[in-house]
């Protein structure tokens, strides 16, 4: 299966600033999504990353507050915008490789203070 | 999407076969039922998936009876490893043979399985 690799792993960051997280796969994949967990709380998606484009956002989460770039097929990010400590969660990045299951990173694990 | 609803939690004990069942009344006709393992400070793990009947694997069985409005996931002789939260899934399944799930997926509260010595 696709090899997944989030950075960073987990950082603690001051309310008001911006972290971007970078999700690297081994292998040409066909989608790739964002997810949020929320401490004690199950997986939330957050949008679906495309190449080349904007992404699709779910219901609930903006542009605005969740910038996600795509540029190429084995590559995105999620950048976490003017962070609150609401914002402290798991961060995760799944992809979909055709013939396989969907797949997921170990996460980022982001606290605000 | 259909929703899904599990037990919070259950207990076991290492050795015994353990079973959880999840609900999906409405379920549609072109819907997989899907389930991942999550351990802590890790990404969910893709467990077994089906439409209906019975799957088997290395791993787990899954049972589908055939209105599919629910599925048991099996697990036979359970060790402390297995310690774990388990989500039951239900979505369109995609392209491929080994369980390709195209398509965003949408997670209940999921079942926090303990396993005692």
């Known amino acids: 299966s696709a090899v997944i690799s989030q950075k960073p792993s987990r950082d603690i960051c001051q309310r008001g600033t911006s972290l971007t997280i970078q999700c690297q796969v081994d292998s040409q994949v066909t989608m790739m999504f964002w997810y949020r967990q929320q401490p004690g709380q199950s997986l939330t998606l957050i949008a679906t990353a495309n190449q080349g484009s904007e992404a699709t956002y779910e219901s609930g989460f903006v542009i605005d507050k969740f910038p996600i770039s795509r540029p190429n097929l084995t590559f995105s990010t999620l950048t976490v915008s003017n962070m609150s400590p609401e914002d402290s969660s798991i961060y995760l990045c799944?992809?979909?490789?055709?013939?396989?299951?969907?797949?997921f990173g170990d996460g980022t694990r982001l606290s605000i203070l | 999407l259909a929703k899904t609803t599990q037990p919070i939690s259950m207990d076991s004990y290492e050795g015994q076969e353990v079973n959880i069942t999840c609900s999906h009344n409405?379920?549609?006709?072109?819907?997989?039922i899907t389930w991942y393992q999550q351990f802590p400070s890790q990404g969910p793990r893709f467990i077994i998936q089906g439409y209906k009947t019975k799957v088997t694997n290395e791993v787990a069985s899954l049972f589908i009876p055939a209105d599919r409005k629910s599925s048991t996931l099996s697990l036979p002789r359970v060790s402390l490893s297995d310690t774990a939260v388990y989500y039951c899934l239900v979505g369109v399944k995609g392209g491929g043979d080994r369980g390709s799930t195209l398509g965003r997926l949408y997670f209940g509260r999921g079942t926090q399985l303990t396993v005692w010595p």
């Open positions: 799944s992809v979909v490789v055709l013939g396989q299951p969907q797949h």
């Open positions: 409405n379920i549609a006709t072109n819907d997989y």
